[in-house]
Protein backbone atom coordinates (compact mmCIF):
# COMPACT_ATOMS: atom_id res chain seq x y z
CA UNK A 1 0.00 0.00 0.00
CA UNK A 2 0.96 3.79 -0.69
CA UNK A 3 1.90 5.98 1.76
CA UNK A 4 3.43 9.48 1.93
CA UNK A 5 3.94 11.50 5.14
CA UNK A 6 4.35 14.99 5.96
CA UNK A 7 4.95 15.08 9.21
CA UNK A 8 4.57 19.46 9.47
CA UNK A 9 1.58 20.11 9.62
CA UNK A 10 2.90 24.32 9.75
CA UNK A 11 5.79 25.57 9.38
CA UNK A 12 6.63 29.70 10.31
CA UNK A 13 9.75 31.46 8.97
CA UNK A 14 11.09 34.88 8.72
CA UNK A 15 11.41 36.21 5.32
CA UNK A 16 14.63 35.12 3.74
CA UNK A 17 15.34 32.21 6.31
CA UNK A 18 16.07 28.88 4.27
CA UNK A 19 13.52 26.31 4.91
CA UNK A 20 12.88 22.55 4.55
CA UNK A 21 9.97 20.83 4.01
CA UNK A 22 9.65 17.07 4.64
CA UNK A 23 8.21 14.44 2.87
CA UNK A 24 8.45 10.22 3.30
CA UNK A 25 6.97 8.04 1.34
CA UNK A 26 6.09 4.24 1.40
CA UNK A 27 5.63 1.67 -1.36
CA UNK A 28 6.17 -1.86 -2.78
CA UNK A 29 6.73 -1.17 -6.49
CA UNK A 30 9.99 -0.86 -7.52
CA UNK A 31 9.25 2.21 -10.24
CA UNK A 32 7.89 5.16 -9.13
CA UNK A 33 7.16 8.97 -9.36
CA UNK A 34 6.95 11.45 -6.83
CA UNK A 35 5.31 14.73 -6.59
CA UNK A 36 5.71 17.90 -5.07
CA UNK A 37 2.72 21.15 -5.65
CA UNK A 38 2.40 24.52 -4.43
CA UNK A 39 -1.95 25.55 -3.17
CA UNK A 40 -1.40 29.77 -2.71
CA UNK A 41 -4.37 31.01 -0.96
CA UNK A 42 -6.37 31.10 -4.42
CA UNK A 43 -6.56 27.37 -3.83
CA UNK A 44 -4.99 25.87 -7.42
CA UNK A 45 -2.60 23.40 -6.97
CA UNK A 46 0.36 24.22 -9.52
CA UNK A 47 3.20 21.49 -10.23
CA UNK A 48 6.83 22.13 -9.17
CA UNK A 49 8.41 18.95 -10.16
CA UNK A 50 8.39 15.07 -10.81
CA UNK A 51 10.82 12.59 -10.14
CA UNK A 52 11.01 9.05 -10.86
CA UNK A 53 12.73 6.70 -8.79
CA UNK A 54 15.70 6.16 -11.00
CA UNK A 55 17.08 9.42 -10.92
CA UNK A 56 18.46 10.16 -6.96
CA UNK A 57 20.12 13.28 -8.50
CA UNK A 58 19.16 16.37 -6.74
CA UNK A 59 17.27 19.04 -9.08
CA UNK A 60 18.18 22.78 -8.12
CA UNK A 61 15.52 25.43 -9.98
CA UNK A 62 15.93 28.89 -8.61
CA UNK A 63 15.56 29.08 -4.76
CA UNK A 64 13.62 25.65 -4.98
CA UNK A 65 15.83 22.48 -4.53
CA UNK A 66 15.12 18.96 -4.25
CA UNK A 67 16.90 15.91 -2.19
CA UNK A 68 15.34 12.58 -3.40
CA UNK A 69 16.68 9.95 -0.80
CA UNK A 70 15.61 6.30 -1.80
CA UNK A 71 17.55 4.88 1.11
CA UNK A 72 15.28 6.76 3.40
CA UNK A 73 12.48 6.99 1.24
CA UNK A 74 12.79 10.88 1.17
CA UNK A 75 11.94 13.60 -1.41
CA UNK A 76 12.54 16.74 0.40
CA UNK A 77 11.76 20.50 -0.60
CA UNK A 78 13.78 22.98 0.25
CA UNK A 79 13.21 26.36 -0.45
CA UNK A 80 16.01 28.96 0.08
CA UNK A 81 15.91 33.24 1.15
CA UNK A 82 12.06 32.16 1.29
CA UNK A 83 9.73 35.53 0.30
CA UNK A 84 5.97 36.18 1.47
CA UNK A 85 4.90 34.67 -2.33
CA UNK A 86 6.06 31.39 -0.62
CA UNK A 87 3.56 31.15 1.62
CA UNK A 88 1.32 27.93 0.80
CA UNK A 89 0.48 24.58 1.52
CA UNK A 90 3.22 22.38 0.07
CA UNK A 91 1.76 18.68 -0.95
CA UNK A 92 4.57 15.34 -1.53
CA UNK A 93 2.58 12.54 -3.73
CA UNK A 94 3.14 9.62 -5.10
CA UNK A 95 2.40 8.07 -8.48
CA UNK A 96 0.75 4.77 -8.25
CA UNK A 97 -1.87 2.58 -10.62
CA UNK A 98 -0.14 3.82 -13.70
CA UNK A 99 -1.58 7.73 -13.71
CA UNK A 100 -3.04 7.78 -10.39
CA UNK A 101 -1.31 10.05 -7.14
CA UNK A 102 -1.75 9.52 -3.50
CA UNK A 103 -1.12 13.06 -2.00
CA UNK A 104 0.69 13.57 1.59
CA UNK A 105 -1.43 15.73 3.95
CA UNK A 106 0.23 19.14 2.90
CA UNK A 107 2.65 21.82 4.75
CA UNK A 108 1.44 24.98 5.65
CA UNK A 109 4.27 27.21 5.24
CA UNK A 110 3.77 30.80 6.39
CA UNK A 111 6.94 33.37 5.81
CA UNK A 112 6.53 36.38 7.77
CA UNK A 113 8.16 39.56 6.25
CA UNK B 1 -0.14 25.67 -21.26
CA UNK B 2 -2.71 23.70 -19.39
CA UNK B 3 -5.69 25.03 -18.73
CA UNK B 4 -8.43 23.51 -16.44
CA UNK B 5 -11.48 25.22 -15.24
CA UNK B 6 -14.42 24.41 -13.08
CA UNK B 7 -17.67 25.76 -12.96
CA UNK B 8 -17.82 27.21 -10.31
CA UNK B 9 -15.23 28.99 -7.45
CA UNK B 10 -17.98 28.97 -4.17
CA UNK B 11 -21.17 26.87 -4.66
CA UNK B 12 -24.09 26.52 -1.17
CA UNK B 13 -26.40 23.78 -1.55
CA UNK B 14 -29.06 22.42 0.65
CA UNK B 15 -29.42 18.68 1.84
CA UNK B 16 -30.87 16.53 -0.16
CA UNK B 17 -30.06 18.64 -3.27
CA UNK B 18 -28.97 17.42 -6.79
CA UNK B 19 -25.35 19.06 -7.31
CA UNK B 20 -23.28 19.24 -10.53
CA UNK B 21 -19.43 20.21 -10.36
CA UNK B 22 -18.17 20.61 -13.79
CA UNK B 23 -14.57 20.94 -15.26
CA UNK B 24 -13.26 21.20 -18.66
CA UNK B 25 -9.76 21.07 -19.58
CA UNK B 26 -8.25 22.11 -23.43
CA UNK B 27 -5.35 20.30 -23.92
CA UNK B 28 -7.07 17.25 -24.92
CA UNK B 29 -5.70 14.95 -22.20
CA UNK B 30 -7.01 11.36 -21.75
CA UNK B 31 -7.03 11.74 -18.02
CA UNK B 32 -9.65 13.39 -15.88
CA UNK B 33 -9.85 13.14 -11.88
CA UNK B 34 -11.85 14.37 -9.01
CA UNK B 35 -10.40 15.07 -5.58
CA UNK B 36 -12.08 16.30 -2.51
CA UNK B 37 -9.74 18.06 -0.25
CA UNK B 38 -10.55 18.44 3.88
CA UNK B 39 -8.21 19.50 6.56
CA UNK B 40 -5.63 17.04 8.41
CA UNK B 41 -6.74 14.87 5.35
CA UNK B 42 -4.47 16.49 2.23
CA UNK B 43 -6.89 15.05 -1.59
CA UNK B 44 -8.08 12.18 -1.47
CA UNK B 45 -9.38 10.39 -5.25
CA UNK B 46 -13.01 10.37 -5.76
CA UNK B 47 -13.71 9.03 -9.23
CA UNK B 48 -11.00 9.43 -12.41
CA UNK B 49 -11.46 8.58 -15.56
CA UNK B 50 -8.92 7.72 -18.60
CA UNK B 51 -11.19 7.61 -21.52
CA UNK B 52 -14.74 8.94 -22.68
CA UNK B 53 -17.64 7.50 -21.46
CA UNK B 54 -14.97 5.06 -18.97
CA UNK B 55 -14.71 6.11 -15.00
CA UNK B 56 -13.58 3.66 -12.26
CA UNK B 57 -13.86 4.46 -8.17
CA UNK B 58 -11.19 5.95 -6.67
CA UNK B 59 -10.54 6.00 -2.73
CA UNK B 60 -14.01 7.37 -1.71
CA UNK B 61 -16.74 7.30 -4.21
CA UNK B 62 -19.66 6.66 -1.65
CA UNK B 63 -21.92 9.35 -2.07
CA UNK B 64 -21.14 10.51 -5.85
CA UNK B 65 -21.03 9.66 -9.50
CA UNK B 66 -19.73 10.95 -12.20
CA UNK B 67 -20.22 11.04 -15.97
CA UNK B 68 -17.78 11.47 -19.15
CA UNK B 69 -19.69 11.98 -22.15
CA UNK B 70 -16.88 14.25 -23.94
CA UNK B 71 -13.52 14.24 -24.05
CA UNK B 72 -12.74 17.65 -22.39
CA UNK B 73 -15.64 17.64 -20.06
CA UNK B 74 -15.66 15.95 -16.59
CA UNK B 75 -18.82 15.72 -14.20
CA UNK B 76 -18.98 14.89 -10.70
CA UNK B 77 -22.46 14.42 -9.03
CA UNK B 78 -23.82 14.74 -6.09
CA UNK B 79 -26.91 12.18 -6.41
CA UNK B 80 -28.09 13.78 -2.50
CA UNK B 81 -26.03 16.51 -1.02
CA UNK B 82 -25.68 15.86 2.07
CA UNK B 83 -23.63 17.92 5.05
CA UNK B 84 -20.57 15.70 5.19
CA UNK B 85 -19.70 16.06 1.67
CA UNK B 86 -19.04 20.02 2.31
CA UNK B 87 -15.56 20.93 1.02
CA UNK B 88 -13.42 21.50 -1.40
CA UNK B 89 -13.52 19.55 -4.79
CA UNK B 90 -10.50 19.83 -7.28
CA UNK B 91 -10.44 18.68 -10.69
CA UNK B 92 -7.49 17.38 -12.99
CA UNK B 93 -6.17 16.25 -15.79
CA UNK B 94 -3.45 14.55 -17.39
CA UNK B 95 -2.16 12.88 -20.70
CA UNK B 96 -1.52 9.48 -21.56
CA UNK B 97 2.18 9.53 -23.29
CA UNK B 98 4.20 7.71 -20.93
CA UNK B 99 4.23 6.34 -17.59
CA UNK B 100 2.76 8.82 -14.86
CA UNK B 101 2.38 11.57 -16.53
CA UNK B 102 1.94 14.80 -14.41
CA UNK B 103 -1.53 16.28 -13.28
CA UNK B 104 -2.80 19.40 -13.86
CA UNK B 105 -5.20 21.02 -11.58
CA UNK B 106 -8.09 23.19 -11.37
CA UNK B 107 -8.73 25.99 -9.26
CA UNK B 108 -10.97 24.35 -7.27
CA UNK B 109 -15.03 24.82 -6.20
CA UNK B 110 -15.55 24.84 -2.58
CA UNK B 111 -18.57 23.62 -1.88
CA UNK B 112 -21.25 24.47 1.26
CA UNK B 113 -23.73 22.27 2.04
CA UNK B 114 -26.44 23.55 4.61
Known amino acids: AQKVTQAQTEISVVEKEDVTLDCVYE???????LFWYKQPPSGELVFLIRRNSFDEQNEISGRYSWNFQKSTSSFNFTITASQVVDSAVYFC??????????FGTGTRLTVIP | DVKVTQSSRYLVKRTGEKVFLECVQDMDHENMFWYRQDPGLGLRLIYF???????EKGDIPEGYSVSREKKERFSLILESASTNQTSMYLC?????????????FGPGTRLLVL
Open chain 1, 27 to 33: TRDTTYY
Open chain 1, 93 to 102: ALGYRANNLF
Open chain 2, 92 to 104: ASSSTTGVQETQY
Open chain 2, 49 to 55: SYDVKMK
